[in-house]
């Protein structure tokens, strides 16, 4: 088993965190740390997560646009705060980047030497973080729990949980870094902060958009073209003599 470079991980944090947390661990961080690769061997999401999870959690997972970092707590019963998945928001951990994303998909889902599916744990299950991976205007939830280590995926109402014995180090190295950088929750709805639901709200924001409608666009296009073509075929153009 190849040894997990946590110095990498580490530098990946630093790049994840929130500006006020990034300013505060800059010291941290190195150039001398190698970058880190993924196995090609590790190229999809392991049989016994997908088969459970579905396509569709699947899809948000591999393909996300945005990965959130929430610190969640078991919600007390007088609670009254906001609650993700049923459990108490604690803070706002960050956004994660592309590197450490791919890391995270790669080393948890993908790796087989880091899931345990025919061995269960006689510990319970503590929220720590929790990950919304975001594609489109869908997500996948996925929570992370320490020191009994495991990962329990939310998607659709459904909730399937994996011993994540073998990665206890990985997890604790995550999460641990990602609390200490934590910001308060605010809520992007009380700010109007709508670009969630596709709404730009800056020139840049608006070239962003534009850009990842250029496929949708051409698509468009392509119909628009289509329709107003000459050729007749189709149900509603076939001539029925009457």
């Known amino acids: 088993m190849k040894p997990f470079n946590f110095a990498t ?3 990946c944090l630093a790049l994840s965190f929130p500006a006020q947390a990034q300013q ?11 970058a880190w690769q993924p196995n090609p061997a590790y190229n999809t999401i392991l049989e016994g997560i997908s088969s459970a999870i579905g396509p569709s959690a699947v899809a948000n997972i591999t393909g996300a646009e945005q990965v959130f970092c929430y610190q969640v707590a078991n919600k007390p019963d007088n609670y009254t705060g906001y609650t993700l998945d049923g459990m108490a928001v604690v803070g706002f951990c960050g956004v994660i980047n592309n590197e450490l994303k791919t890391m995270v998909v790669s080393e948890l889902f993908m790796n087989p030497n880091n899931v345990l599916f025919d061995q269960t744990e006689n510990c319970v299950i503590r929220p720590k973080i929790m990950l919304r991976f975001v594609r489109g205007v869908d997500s996948t939830d996925v929570l992370f729990s320490s020191p009994c280590h495991a990962f329990a995926i939310f998607y659709g109402g459904k909730v399937t949980a994996f011993n994540a014995k073998p990665a206890a180090q990985i997890i604790d190295a995550l999460a641990d870094p990602l609390i200490r950088g934590k910001v308060e929750f605010a809520s992007p709805a009380l700010f109007n902060q709508l670009l969630p639901i596709g709404v730009a709200q800056t020139e840049e924001q608006k070239q962003l958009l534009q850009q990842k409608n250029e496929p949708v666009r051409n698509w468009l296009k392509e119909q628009e073209h289509e329709e107003s073509s000459d050729k007749k075929s189709g149900w509603n153009n076939i001539n029925l003599k009457l």
């Open 24 to 34: 505060e661990n800059a010291a941290r961080e190195t150039t001398s740390v190698p």
């Open 9 to 11: 991980l580490a530098l």
